[in-house]
């Protein structure tokens, strides 16, 4: 079992940046692919970001690459999504996510947070 506690989402104008935070709690998330994902009101969850257990191997969305970059501190037991430059385009609510195996690029993921809201205004 993993628990999830996203943190970090706020109001901030275009351009701007934001670091979320996931506080996971449980023994198995050293070895948990850990991933960000967001939906925006009206539209399906999407794939953000995903890293995996040892934190060599990274993954985007193509809309994300180069601006937002994801890492994980195991000692912390803690995710980061750090992003850059944002967009109102990028206003939605944040969802950090674990999974056992390998990484997908899906909403398969087993344990989720509550999310937090992000929005950039123009």
């Known amino acids: 079992q993993v628990q999830l506690v996203e943190s970090g989402g706020g109001l901030v104008q275009a351009g701007g940046s934001l670091r979320l935070s996931c506080a996971a709690s449980?023994?198995?998330?050293?070895?948990?692919?850990m991933g960000w994902f967001r939906q925006a009101p009206g539209k399906e969850r999407e794939f953000v970001a995903a890293?995996?257990?040892?934190?060599?191997?990274?993954y985007y969305a193509d809309s994300m690459r180069g601006r937002f970059t994801i890492s994980r501190d195991n000692a912390e037991n803690t995710v980061y999504l750090q992003m850059n430059s944002l967009k109102p385009e990028d206003t939605a609510v944040y969802y950090c996510?674990?999974?056992?195996?390998?990484?997908?690029?899906?909403?398969?993921?087993?344990?989720w947070g509550q999310g937090t809201q992000v929005t950039v205004s123009s």
């Open positions: 449980g023994r198995t998330f050293g070895s948990s692919v």
């Open positions: 890293i995996t257990w040892s934190g060599g191997i990274t």
């Open positions: 996510a674990a999974r056992q195996g390998k990484v997908v690029l899906t909403t398969a993921y087993q344990y």
